[in-house]
């Protein structure tokens, strides 16, 4: 399996409170990504990274913000959580960003905003 | 009409039964097509990427047809472990970005 580490695994706090996540992969990969994972929606990509401190928007970056200050990190970071934040986030890598390449996935953070 | 779209299912199946999705997508200009496995309340995990000429793996057939824009998954003499949610992805032709379908809930039964 791919060296991919996210924390915390499960997050639960309040609403406006601010939460980082985190993704560790050990790969060397270039890309990174956040993925959010809903009931009838799928995986939906929230930000991603081509190379350190080189990122972009996914579909869903409302309300998220990204950090990557070195190749084996990229933080997720939800400045003010909402209720409408509560999913499973997955981190993914791949060698490639030209969508030929497969993504490889993190075993994901379950966060609750109450 | 939605980039990529699986039937939900669930699709229950003795063991043994021989099983078949498929994933319809709308961009014309897709190249990659790929399907993964998720467990419940795991990670998705890459089952094969799909080749234009078709492509097996032990029990698994994917099928490619790009003229009707749709790619399949067979899978031959299923097995209780094969229980999981099967997603579709496919890339979105020129923004190369990967796009997941919903899942096809797939449950194998003694």
């Known amino acids: 399996d791919a060296g991919i580490t996210q924390s915390p695994r499960h997050k639960v706090t309040e609403t406006g409170t601010p939460v980082t996540l985190r993704c560790h992969q050990t790969?060397?990969?270039?890309?990174m990504y956040w993925y959010r994972q809903d009931p009838g929606h799928g995986l939906r990509l929230i930000h991603y990274?081509?190379?350190?401190?080189?990122?972009d928007k996914g579909e869903v970056s409302d309300g998220y913000s990204v950090s990557r200050s070195k190749t084996e990190d990229f933080l997720l970071t939800l400045e003010s959580a909402t209720s409408s934040q509560t999913s499973v986030y997955f981190c993914?890598?791949?060698?490639?960003?030209?969508?030929?390449?497969?993504?490889?996935f993190g075993n994901g953070t379950r966060l609750t905003v109450t | 009409r939605k980039e990529v779209e699986q039937d939900p299912g669930p699709f229950n199946v003795p063991e043994g039964a021989t099983v078949a999705f498929n994933c319809t997508y709308s961009n014309s200009a897709s190249q990659s097509f790929f399907w993964y496995r998720q467990d419940c309340r795991k990670e998705p995990k890459l089952l094969m990427s799909v080749y234009s000429s078709g492509n097996e793996d032990g029990r698994f057939t994917a099928q490619l047809n790009r003229a009707s824009q749709y790619i399949s998954l067979l899978i031959r003499d299923s097995k209780l472990s094969d229980s999981a949610t099967y997603l579709c992805?496919?890339?979105?032709?020129?923004?190369?970005?990967?796009?997941f379908g919903t899942g096809t809930l797939l449950a194998v039964q003694p």
């Open positions: 993914a890598i791949s060698e490639s960003g030209r969508g030929g390449s497969p993504l490889h």
């Open positions: 790969e060397n990969h270039r890309y």
């Open positions: 990274s081509y190379g350190v401190k080189d990122t």
């Open positions: 992805v496919v890339n979105g032709g020129a923004t190369n970005k990967l796009i």
